[in-house]
């Protein structure tokens, strides 16, 4: 229940490309989900669950397709690589030599980053923030009186608004499941206003209720296209040239398999802890092997048509209600699989709910920042940098990017140049040549 919202918002988020159906995503969703979460309960025996991560999928989307104008199947490349390499990262020991490699101040400000960047996501899809010639964006009129917008422009942004509450109230009244009953009551609010629209319900209608199509859909558009056309980048190369290429596709890949790697072990530590599922010395229990079914999971999300799986912080609710093994993963799992038959009647979840959702997980990725120490100067720049360039320029690696230069760039000014790393480094010239060769 705490996880389910991912079936929507993901779902909803891809629609956007055009070239990929709703259904087709959320079949996606749900099998990689269901696979994923099996790989954890099986392999690593925790009882954590598995999906297509919030911000990830929102760089695939975004940065990736829209802002760099790589093809779906060419985007679903760079997730099969990410996972690849995690997966080859995690049976030789270098994870830890990358992990250590990324200042920890930037560490603590990429879910920050990520957070404020799918708010704004969220922000743009509920019509809230718009398009603006003079600052860029803007909040839309709210006028109604005067004409500044129009009732059924208005009806969906309230919806949006008031789904944000319902789902604060019910966390902070500790209901389970708060966001999924957040977006069920936005829904029931979203065509109950319909009605008092002209023309809202013209045409309406349930196409099928029959789930067969969206697994159809799911095998026309999304399964193996990373494999149908995913490899011909030569659309992209025509458009911006081999140079351009080769540095977007590293450096890509890089931010994938970055935020993956902190993201999922972050979550690990973070839920398990609270299970008291670690070792005497502080590690996750089976780390290595929680670690290796997330990057398994990231390899078959891609041959599905989704974008990286990773391990979900709302497995913490399974935790405390408490589960404490794999068997815990499976039940989810199965959950998943049972979710898949309801395709047609999850495409009615209105983009007003679902962009209540995003604004949500925004807000909660935020409060990594408590970690900052904002009254140095050489820890609160990167980090802001960081945050900053991610939901500005619309985009994961950009700011990933900035905040590892920007900490390397203090070091030298302040004498501190034998604090960074060679791995440090190589990121650093990494991300440099992003900048001035790509874009």
């Not at 743009?124 to 603006?132: C, L, M, N, R, W």
Request: glycine share 10%; hydrophobic share 55%; with cysteine.
């Amino acid at each position: 229940m705490a996880m389910a919202y991912i079936l929507f918002v993901n779902a909803g988020m891809f629609a956007n490309l055009g070239t990929v159906s709703y259904e087709a995503i959320y079949i996606a969703t749900a099998i990689s989900a269901c696979v994923g979460t099996i790989l954890t309960g099986l392999i690593a025996n925790l009882p954590l669950a598995q999906a297509s991560g919030m911000g990830l999928n929102a760089f695939f989307v975004f940065t990736m397709c829209f802002g760099f104008g790589f093809s779906y199947g060419n985007a679903l490349v760079m997730v099969l690589l990410d996972g690849i390499v995690f997966t080859i990262l995690t049976i030789t020991g270098l994870r830890k030599i990358i992990f250590d490699a990324i200042p920890s101040v930037v560490k603590m400000a990429i879910p920050a980053g990520i957070g404020l960047f799918i708010a704004y996501i969220g922000l743009q899809s509920a019509g809230i923030i718009i398009p603006d010639s003079s600052t860029a964006s803007a909040m839309t009129s709210l006028n109604i009186v005067s004409g500044g917008i129009t009732w059924a422009a208005l009806m969906p942004i309230l919806v949006t608004v008031i789904t944000i509450l319902v789902i604060a109230a019910l966390v902070a009244l500790h209901k389970r499941g708060a966001v999924l009953i957040g977006i069920l009551i936005g829904t029931i609010l979203y065509y109950v206003g319909g009605f008092t629209i002209a023309g809202f319900y013209d045409g309406f209608a349930l196409a099928t209720l029959n789930p067969a199509a969206a697994f159809q859909s799911f095998g026309n558009e999304a399964f193996l296209t990373v494999f149908k056309s995913g490899f011909d980048f030569s659309g992209y190369i025509a458009a911006h040239g081999e140079v351009n290429f080769v540095f977007t596709l590293v450096t890509s890949m890089l931010a994938f398999c970055l935020v993956d790697m902190f993201d999922t072990m972050g979550t690990l530590y973070g839920a398990c802890a609270r299970g008291n599922l670690m070792t005497e010395d502080g590690e996750v229990l089976n780390l290595n092997r929680a670690m290796l079914s997330d990057a398994l999971a990231t390899i078959f999300g891609a041959i599905c048509g989704t974008s990286t799986v990773t391990t979900y912080v709302e497995s913490s609710a399974g935790v405390a209600e408490g589960g404490r093994t794999g068997l815990t993963a499976l039940t989810t799992a199965g959950l998943f699989f049972i979710a898949m038959f309801f395709a047609p009647i999850a495409s009615l979840i209105p983009g007003a709910a679902t962009a209540a959702a995003l604004i949500y997980v925004g807000a909660l990725m935020l409060s990594s920042v408590l970690k900052v120490d904002w009254e140095n100067a050489e820890a609160a720049v990167p980090a802001f940098l960081t945050i900053a360039f991610m939901a500005f320029s619309y985009s994961i690696s950009n700011g990933i990017g900035i905040g590892v230069i920007s900490y390397t760039l203090i070091k030298i000014f302040t004498g501190k140049i034998k604090e960074v790393n060679i791995a440090t480094w190589i990121i650093d010239v990494l991300f440099v040549a992003m900048f001035l060769f790509s874009h």
